[in-house]
C-alpha cells in the first residue's frame, strides 16, 4: 500500500503566516520527546550534538512523536557525510547540520543529503524507514522533496558569510546559534552580549536577503521576543531539560530547604 511522508520544514515555513515555535530535546528519552510532541509547539529539535542520542534513540523518537501534529527536526553531531546518510535512512526529514561557517561547508551539507548525481547519498531507501521500505511511491526520484536541510550559523566567519551560505542551492534555511557564537566572538555564556546580539542580527540580514527562512534559540523570553520582531521565521524557546531542571527548582525553593542549594542557573 502506498504511503505519504509527512511535510517537512521547508514546508511549514512556507505554509505558515506567524513563525514557529519548537522545543529542543536533549533527554535522550522517547518518552519525554512524545510529552513535548503533544504540546501544541510547532516544531522539535532531537539533538544528536550535545545530547545522549544514538541512532537508535533518534529512531524510537521519531516514532514516538510521528502520531502528532509536530515537525521533528534532527541536528546531526557534525558535517559528517555517513552519519547523516543513516540518520535520513532513519526516516528523518528534516537535518540541521551544526558548524557551518562557509559555502564549502554549506555545499557539502546538501552533497550529503542529495542522491546521485547531485550530491553523494547512499542509496538504500529499499531497506529503511525513509521509503517506508518502499511503500513510498517515487521516493527516490522525489527525495528532495521529502528532505530539508537547515544549516547552523555558531561562529563570526559564519556570520560574515551569512548571506552566501544561505544562497547555496539545497540549503532551505539558516538557524543561528547565541551560545557558541558568544564563544567565537570572545564572550563565552554571555548569549545576550551586544556583541552577540548585534551578530545574529547581522546573520539575519544577510540570511533574509537570501530570500531564507532564519531561526534561533532563545530561552529568555523577552530576548526570543526581540529575535521574533527582528525577522526570526522560527524559534526554539525551551528544552526539555531545562524546563525539568528549572521547574525542580522552583519546588526546591518553594518546598525544601535552600540554604545549601546552590543559586538556579541562567537559562540556555
Known amino acids: 500500500m502506498p504511503l505519504r511522508l509527512s511535510q517537512t520544514l521547508r514546508a511549514a515555513l512556507s505554509a505558515s503566516d506567524r513563525p514557529l515555535a519548537g522545543i529542543w530535546v536533549c533527554s535522550g528519552s522517547p518518552l519525554v ?3 513535548c510532541a503533544g504540546s501544541g509547539l510547532d516544531w522539535t529539535l532531537i539533538d544528536m550534538e550535545h545530547a545522549p542520542h544514538s541512532l537508535e534513540s533518534v529512531l524510537a523518537q521519531l516514532q514516538a512523536v510521528a502520531a502528532y501534529p509536530i515537525t521533528p527536526v534532527v ?20 537535518i540541521l547540520v551544526p558548524m557551518v561557517s562557509s ?65 547555496v542551492d539545497g540549503v532551505d534555511g539558516v538557524f543561528v546559534g547565541p551560545s557558541d557564537l ?19 542580527h547581522r546573520a539575519f540580514a544577510g540570511v533574509r536577503a537570501a530570500g531564507k527562512p532564519v531561526g534561533v534559540n532563545a530561552f529568555d523570553p523577552v530576548a526570543a521576543q526581540s ?26 525553593a518553594r518546598w525544601s530547604r535552600t540554604d545549601d542549594l546552590p543559586a538556579p542557573r541562567a537559562s540556555y
Open 227 to 252: 529575535y521574533l520582531d527582528a525577522g526570526a521565521s522560527f524559534i526554539l524557546v525551551a528544552a526539555d531539560v531545562s524546563i525539568l531542571a528549572r521547574g525542580s527548582e522552583a519546588l526546591a
Open 75 to 94: 541536528r546531526v553531531p557534525g558535517n559528517d557525510p555517513v552519519v547523516i546518510k543513516q540518520v535520513l535512512d532513519l526516516g528523518a526529514q528534516n
Open 103 to 167: 559555502t564549502s561547508d554549506a555545499e557539502a551539507a546538501v552533497s550529503a543529503v542529495r542522491y546521485p548525481p547531485r550530491g553523494q547519498r547512499g542509496v538504500g531507501s529499499a531497506l529503511g524507514r525513509s521509503a517506508r521500505w518502499n511503500r513510498v511511491d517515487g521516493y527516490l526520484a522525489d527525495a528532495d522533496q521529502h528532505v530539508s536541510l537547515f544549516v547552523q550559523i555558531e561562529t563570526a566567519a559564519g556570520v560574515d558569510a551569512a548571506a552566501e551560505i544561505a544562497a
Open 33 to 35: 520527546a512524545e510529552i
Open 182 to 200: 558568544a564563544a567565537s566572538l570572545g564572550v563565552l555564556g554571555q548569549q545576550t552580549h551586544p556583541f552577540v546580539v548585534d551578530a545574529v
